[in-house]
């Protein structure tokens, strides 16, 4: 199994910067690639961005320009620079992983459990 865990949320002013971050544990072999989505109350979870194993990336319309989404391979982490926050940014952001172990290899998304981010004067 594999655990993701997120972190760095918490509440930040509009124009405001966060950095999140997401590790991964457990019996990893390999790890591609890696996403960040939000969710709002009522609503579905949307892309934010992801990132390759190569490190090729895609972002949201909402986003670009402004999030950059990076990883620490080496360090099983992914991360999401978030600037020039603006309100309608505020949801919990959940970070997911297509990942194989070393008892199957078979390709699994997992889940983390997400970290709060508010944006609010």
């Known amino acids: 199994q594999v655990q993701l865990v997120e972190s760095g949320g918490g509440l930040v002013p509009p124009g405001g910067s966060l950095r999140l971050s997401c590790s991964a544990s457990g019996s990893i072999f390999r790890i591609g690639f890696m996403r960040w989505y939000q969710q709002t109350p009522g609503n579905q979870r949307e892309l934010v961005a992801q990132i390759s194993a190569s490190n090729t990336t895609n972002y949201a319309d909402s986003v670009k320009g402004r999030f950059t989404v990076s990883r620490a391979n080496a360090k099983n982490t992914v991360y999401l620079q978030m600037n020039s926050l603006k309100p309608d940014d505020t949801a919990v952001y959940y970070c997911?992983?297509?990942?194989?172990?070393?008892?199957?290899?078979?390709?699994?998304?997992?889940w983390g459990k997400g970290t709060l981010v508010t944006v609010s004067a």
């Open positions: 997911n992983a297509d990942a194989m172990t070393t008892t199957d290899y078979r390709v699994v998304t997992y």
